[in-house]
């Protein structure tokens, strides 16, 4: 197993990332509220919905009664839940997933798998992806998150508990043994105190105890159902896929930006390269869309969203260009007001079929749809950074380096 980049040579077909936020309801809290990092936060006061891991050390466990939570951790601060914040850094983190992957099968508010199997020649190994994943839901959310990667969906997410938090953590296939079986039983999926109380009835204390039973000895203890389960993933048998269920509603970008003053023409260089990407991904996967939305986050991790509807589908990247740039305009007196962190930009009410409504021309201008067309072409040749604006030489995101995990 490895969490930096000397074992990723080893990685093989470790390519499912299972990506987890840490503490998800209070991170939030505490991230909103700067005052609270560093102190132990619980987050409802009837029945705990998170506690942050200052509170998790003094054993505050989600659903616990917040009378028992304040009886072990007296210093807390309870704060009420707010589900806006929450639902709102949800869709946050998974346009981060999806600008990550095509590839993303959401299993809660805070957590989701990857696939990343075909991304090596474009983005890097999936251990530099993890990294990079961390990295972008850092700065873009301002959330912590653990990344677990493995062959299969169950030793990623046992591989991102392992990690937690904040951590990065990759099982190769050949490590798995070495870091399954010395695991006890708890960390697999479907044991709980009772079931774990029946296996160490047995003996029965880890994972690879199990292993090292009878497939026939696990059923007669837990019955045929649970024992086959259970046997099957000691051995690390899990052939589920990462599925992406149903169609996007959008496709965006977004990109961060940092602390401090920046010029309009910082942020339309950005607006730029961030459009060509989303219209040369829309084009990719033939389909249209006709409401473009701008999205800026502000330096207290407040956010506003500006949207045009056109009067046409299009997957044509001057026309969403003109649309997000009359946005940006739009949106400059906010922009002044507060100073920008972060950037990005959405296409809606798309089109699967890639259905769009021609029009004539007649003014003999050039014909955008065909140039497009044409410099897709040549990027999926050449690559991304064989065509670019003049404008994004040097500082185009689609074409810097994949950075490695420190």
């Known amino acids: 197993m490895s969490s930096d980049a000397r074992g990723d040579h080893r990685s093989g077909g470790a390519t499912i990332l299972h990506a987890d936020l840490d503490s998800f309801y209070a991170s939030v809290e505490q991230r909103d509220d700067p005052g609270l990092i560093g102190r132990p936060v619980i987050v409802g006061g009837g029945v705990v919905l998170a506690a942050s891991y200052e509170a998790k050390a003094f054993g505050v466990r989600t659903a616990m009664s917040g009378g028992q939570a304040r009886t072990l951790c007296p210093q807390a601060i309870v704060v009420p839940p707010r589900m806006d914040a929450y639902s709102q850094a949800s869709k946050d983190v998974f346009e981060v997933f999806h600008d990550t992957s095509?590839?993303?099968e959401g299993i809660s508010i805070d957590e989701a798998f990857l696939e990343v199997g075909g991304l090596a020649r474009i983005v890097g190994?999936?251990?530099q992806i993890g990294a990079n994943l961390r990295r972008d839901v850092a700065e873009q959310v301002g959330l912590p998150i653990t990344v677990g990667i493995a062959r299969t969906k169950f030793l990623a997410k046992v591989?991102?508990?392992?990690?937690?938090?904040?951590?990065?953590?990759?099982?190769?296939?050949?490590g798995e043994r070495e870091f399954l079986h010395p695991l006890p039983v708890e960390r697999l999926w479907g044991v709980g105190k009772i079931t774990a109380q029946k296996l160490r009835n047995f003996d029965i204390a880890t994972v690879g105890d199990i292993a090292r039973h009878d497939e026939s000895s696990i059923v007669s203890i837990l019955g045929r159902g649970a024992g086959r389960h259970l046997y099957a993933l000691s051995h690390n048998r899990d052939p589920r896929p990462v599925r992406a269920y149903g169609g996007r509603s959008s496709m965006g970008a977004q990109h961060a930006l940092g602390r401090g003053v920046h010029s309009r023409s910082e942020l339309e260089v950005s607006l730029m390269s961030l459009v060509d990407r989303v219209s040369r991904r829309m084009r990719s996967a033939q389909q249209t869309g006709r409401t473009v939305t701008l999205r800026l986050r502000f330096g207290d991790f407040t956010r506003a969203t500006r949207s045009h509807t056109l009067r046409r589908s299009t997957a044509e990247t001057t026309d969403l260009l003109n649309a997000a740039m009359a946005l940006l305009s739009d949106a400059a007196p906010l922009i002044a007001d507060k100073g920008i962190t972060l950037i990005g930009v959405a296409v809606s009410n798309l089109d699967r079929s890639g259905a769009e409504q021609l029009e004539l021309s007649f003014d003999g201008g050039p014909d955008t749809a065909a140039l497009d067309s044409a410099m897709d072409s040549v990027r999926k040749k050449f690559g991304s950074g064989a065509l670019t604006r003049a404008v994004l030489i040097g500082r185009d995101p689609d074409v810097s380096v994949p950075l490695l995990p420190d």
Request: no cysteine.
């Open 102 to 104: 095509p590839l993303v």
């Open 125 to 127: 190994t999936p251990l």
């Open 159 to 174: 591989a991102s508990a392992y990690a937690k938090p904040d951590g990065l953590l990759l099982v190769p296939p050949d």
